[in-house]
């Protein structure tokens, strides 16, 4: 199962919906958030779409996250032509990047089609109770 200060890439959906719903801090105290800048740069694209109150503070995002880690363009460009990430926005494509650099075995373009199974397919309430 899960433990205490796990590291957990997370994306742009899920800061949206974390902030949304207030699970953004339990989280972040639980386990050691890791993503990419250029999710924090969606997160901050189409606040003009959304209500005053659904807007997230960058600065009070960034506190949130153990690591942000900027993809170059030779990583990108490496890792898409060894054939990854074709069909993915520049958020998710730039979190495999950095997914791929923790255990290459693990994320490599020739299992990115199943790239849903990294993440579990069910809720895990980490926090108690039902």
């Known amino acids: 199962m899960f433990?205490?200060?796990s590291i957990v890439l997370i994306d742009?959906?899920?800061i949206i919906e974390a902030r949304r719903t207030g699970v953004l801090r339990p989280l972040a105290e639980y386990f050691t958030l890791h993503t990419?800048?250029?999710v924090i740069t969606e997160t901050q694209?189409?606040?003009q779409n959304r209500e005053e109150s659904d807007?997230?503070?960058?600065p009070e995002l960034r506190s949130?996250?153990?690591t942000i880690y900027e993809v170059s363009?030779?990583?990108?460009?490496a890792f898409v032509a060894k054939g990854g990430g074709i069909l993915l926005d520049a958020g998710e494509l730039d979190l495999l990047v950095y997914a791929s650099q923790f255990r290459a075995s693990a994320v490599t373009p020739r299992n990115v089609a199943?790239?849903?199974?990294?993440v579990p397919g069910q809720a895990v309430n980490v926090f108690g109770g039902s």
Do not use: P
């Open 3 to 5: 433990q205490h200060q």
């Open 12 to 14: 742009t959906n899920v």
């Open 36 to 38: 990419v800048e250029t």
């Open 45 to 47: 694209t189409g606040a």
């Open 55 to 58: 807007n997230i503070s960058e």
């Open 64 to 66: 949130h996250f153990g």
């Open 73 to 77: 363009e030779v990583e990108r460009a």
């Open 114 to 118: 199943a790239q849903d199974r990294l």
